[in-house]
């Protein structure tokens, strides 16, 4: 059988940055494997390991730089990737979920898998949608935020736990195929092994463009776009403590004597 | 024209992002004078839609097909609503629930999308506000259609409040059981455990800035000190160094303290829902621009490595080294 894992590399924001026009100043960023798909694809090599002749394939919609992101998935179990990018992507401003399912409807049409594991979100954009937006393209079923899977390979049947609000959790049973969103948590992702980061170098990472998976620019044109992007407010009326760290925990310890959480 | 928001229950009752929903809906409504329609799919429908009667709000549509969430009646029962009213703005929560049926709704009506709204802005076109890169920055994306699919964050707009009058209208939905490829086959609280977060009125909460499992010692001793409960953010749990019963947040427990101390945590949105409502927030964090001081009352920017040990010797206990 075989698992199709999306990767996506994500950008995080320094503490202290600066807006440059519709982005962040490249000065500020600094790339790295999406956290919730590091879960997925834990989840991804884990069914591997479990079963026998199952083939973890990544995807990842990215330039050239990602890469070295897309190494890291390799070199934790994954067999071979496949990463998408061309001018049209490149062009896009604002690559939202529902272009980016559709890139990867077009990959998993090529793939054929028989699971698919996405991250619940991107640490960057948040739209928390392509997972499900992809699956319902692809005519499989789902499910969003699996927090526990009870799946192995070849069956014909995935059990999962969703995570709801309010430390409520969701017993659920799933057709498969399907395509599963993975929660933070639900497993403990591994750090890549020295043997398997050397292992990555010789793995495949196939680039591919849109003409190669039959769709053109069309695919990246759509109804929303960016028009503004800035620091938000701050709202704080905080009162900050100023002073040594001594000084500092002096102040806070006479705020919680007077709110009488400790005595003397 | 009419905007159609999807309302959200669970066991029994429905969620506050429901009445929310109502308020944003009603906003877009007012933008273009029009009719603010609500739906209920499952449960108690009819109990639901009395309750869902509040000012504002034109017409409730039940939807009696199940007792709880099921995302493929789900999707099947807004895209029959969507093409039946065709509302040109499709409103849905931005739940676990949403997340697991918005998206497949959006996909299969061919609706421009967009998720996780904090702010939305109507004149010629529709304007959305959003976060990005874990709150650090806000967009505004503009939707060029005239039909369009949001998910809603929790939190972010007042409950709807008052009587209304509205119509009720049962909505029949012929479900394709064929297509209904899931089952829920119950519910489980977590986290039980020794320890009821609820109930402390002091709780020292430590986040992701602890950076190691080892350094929980003194976030332990300082909880010590103070007769307080620990508790945690979200990537403590994840990371298994603290029980899921100790998680404050959207997905763990939502907690009142009458202080709540958080050390090293910087306040993602997902948190902040579990524990805005402490009497007193004191925040410890050594970057200032961290969310949390939004909505701190007392804040110490500094090395929680320094400040916690000065901490617990100002009331006379001896800090562990970490």
């Known amino acids: 059988m075989k698992i199709l894992v999306t990767v996506a590399e994500v950008a995080e924001v320094e503490d202290d940055f600066e807006v440059d026009g519709l982005g962040i100043d490249e000065r500020y960023l600094t790339y790295d494997l999406n956290e919730w798909d590091d879960y997925a694809v834990e989840a991804a090599v884990g069914i591997q390991e479990a079963g026998e002749d199952v083939e973890v394939v990544s995807v990842t919609v990215g330039p050239e730089r990602a890469d070295e992101t897309i190494r890291m998935a390799l070199a934790k179990g994954v067999d071979r990737a496949i990463r998408v990018w061309d001018d049209d992507l490149a062009s896009t401003e604002y690559l939202d979920s529902t272009t980016k399912a559709e890139v990867l409807a077009a990959v998993a049409a090529e793939e054929e898998p028989d699971l698919v594991l996405t991250g619940v979100q991107s640490g960057d954009s948040a739209f928390g949608a392509t997972g499900v937006s992809l699956a319902e393209r692809i005519g499989f079923e789902w499910a969003a935020v699996v927090n526990h899977l009870d799946y192995e390979a070849g069956d014909d049947q995935a059990s999962v ?84 760290s001594e000084e500092t925990a002096g102040q806070l310890a006479d705020l919680l004597r007077d709110k009488g959480v400790v005595e003397g | 024209m009419t905007v159609l928001g999807i309302t959200e229950h669970r066991r029994g009752d ?87 049926y918005a998206p497949a709704v959006a996909s299969r009506l061919s609706l421009p999308f967009v998720t996780d709204a904090i702010g939305v802005h109507r004149d010629d076109g529709l304007a959305v506000t959003r976060e990005m890169y874990g709150s650090k920055v806000e967009t505004v994306v503009d939707v060029d259609a005239d039909r369009v699919a949001l998910t809603v964050r929790p939190g972010e707009w007042p409950p709807v409040e008052g009587t209304g009058d509205a119509d009720v209208s049962a909505f029949e939905v012929d479900v394709d059981e064929s297509q209904v490829r899931s089952t829920v086959t119950g519910f489980e609280e977590v986290g039980g455990g020794d320890v009821d977060i609820t109930d402390a009125d002091v709780l020292v909460s430590v986040g992701r800035g602890i950076e190691e499992e080892e350094n929980l010692a003194l976030i332990e001793a300082l909880a010590d000190t103070l007769g307080a409960t620990l508790s945690s953010s979200r990537p403590i749990v994840d990371n298994g160094w603290l029980p899921k019963n100790r998680q404050v947040g959207q997905s763990g427990k939502v907690v009142t303290p009458e202080v709540y101390i958080a050390i090293g945590i910087s306040g993602a949105v997902q948190h902040v829902a579990g524990m805005k409502g402490a009497e007193t927030i004191v925040a410890i964090n050594d970057d200032p621009s961290a969310p949390i001081y939004d909505l701190a009352d007392y804040g110490i920017v500094d090395d929680l490595f320094d400040v916690v040990p000065a901490l617990i010797e100002e009331f006379g206990g001896e800090p562990p080294e970490v």
């Not at chain 1, 057709?175 to 980061?197: C, F, H, K, M, W």
């Not at chain 1, 990555?200 to 960016?226: F, N, R």
């Open chain 1, 161 to 244: 736990r969703r995570e709801l609000e309010g430390g409520v959790e969701e017993l659920t049973d799933v057709e498969t195929p399907a395509v599963l969103t993975i929660q933070t948590g639900i497993n403990d992702p591994r750090y890549a092994s020295l043997r398997g980061i050397r292992q990555a170098q010789s793995k495949e990472i196939a680039p591919k463009e849109l003409a190669d998976l039959g769709l053109d620019a069309s695919a990246t044109e759509g109804a929303v776009s960016l028009t503004e992007l800035y620091e938000p407010e701050t709202v704080s009326d905080a009162t900050v403590y100023e002073g040594s």
């Open chain 2, 14 to 100: 429905l969620r506050d992002v429901s009445f929310e929903l109502a308020t944003v809906g009603r906003e877009l409504a007012d933008a273009t004078d029009s009719e603010l329609h609500l739906a209920v799919v499952g449960g108690e429908v009819e109990a639901f839609a009395d309750d869902l009667d509040r000012e504002g709000v034109d017409v409730v549509h039940t939807v009696d097909e199940g007792e709880e969430f099921n995302h493929d009646v789900y999707v099947q029962a807004v895209e029959a609503l969507h093409d039946d009213l065709d509302p040109d703005v499709l409103l849905m929560p931005h739940s676990v629930n949403g997340l697991d």
